[in-house]
């Protein structure tokens, strides 16, 4: 009897261990599959996270990129704007420069022209006694100025056929042209224009048209005498013995 009881004790001792046992093994698979599963989750998280870090480097990227080549753009753009500007203002300073040299030169040039043109035309004090004795120096005078005055002297007389008066010719300030030597309201002029000692006479000052020249209005003396003052056909006036 004892050891039936012993027996079942024993069978009952290890149905117990076997479940038990048994129970464990299940809870330690299910633990084990928990783990499992955990894991798998985690590593999906992880790869997720990896995947989204991916994508927001390479947006970044790009991004950067794209604002690097707007900025270089930009940059590029406003230093060839710079450029042309800085090229036109020097092109426009240039031709400001060019355009004053030119100018200041024109009028260096005409000032020397001036000057020239007024030591030319200035033999003050040609006196006509001198003149209808020294023809030639007469006619060397005569030349000057026949482009500004050709008008203002009498028809070549006495001048060398050049149209001029004694003195430089019959320019204005000299002698022979209107407004002054030997002309209507001065009589003479300056140096000798119309002749020493009444210029063809006061009142008409050898008249426009032959201004007092040699072999013409007046002479020295009479003048072409005070009624014609050696006006054209110079009815009164000789000069060496030649009448007028």
Do not use: F
């Amino acid at each position: 009897m004892m050891v039936v009881v012993v027996v079942l004790v024993l069978v009952v001792v290890l149905v117990v261990m076997v479940v038990v046992v048994v129970v464990v093994v299940m809870v330690m698979v299910v633990v084990v599959v928990v783990m499992v599963l955990v894991v798998m989750v985690v590593v999906m998280v992880l790869v997720v996270m990896v995947v989204v870090m991916v994508v927001v480097m390479v947006v970044l990227v790009v991004v950067v990129v794209v604002l690097v080549v707007m900025v270089v753009m930009v940059v590029m753009v406003v230093m060839v704007v710079v450029v042309v500007v800085m090229v036109l203002v020097l092109v426009v300073v240039v031709v400001v420069v060019v355009v004053m040299v030119v100018m200041v030169l024109m009028v260096v040039m005409r000032l020397v022209r001036q000057q020239q043109g007024e030591r030319k035309r200035e033999p003050r004090g040609y006196n006509l006694r001198d003149a209808h004795v020294n023809s030639q120096e007469m006619d060397r005078w005569g030349v000057i100025g026949r482009v500004e005055c050709r008008r203002g002297c009498g028809d070549g007389i006495g001048s060398g056929s050049d149209g001029e008066c004694i003195g430089d010719g019959g320019c204005i300030g000299d002698g022979g042209c209107i407004g002054d030597g030997g002309c209507i309201g001065d009589g003479g002029s300056i140096g000798d224009g119309g002749c020493i000692g009444d210029g063809g006479c006061i009142g008409d000052g050898g008249c426009i048209g032959d201004g007092g020249c040699i072999d013409d209005g007046g002479c020295i003396g009479d003048g072409g005498c005070i009624d014609d003052g050696g006006c054209i056909g110079c009815t009164g006036g000789q000069v060496d013995g030649r009448k007028g």
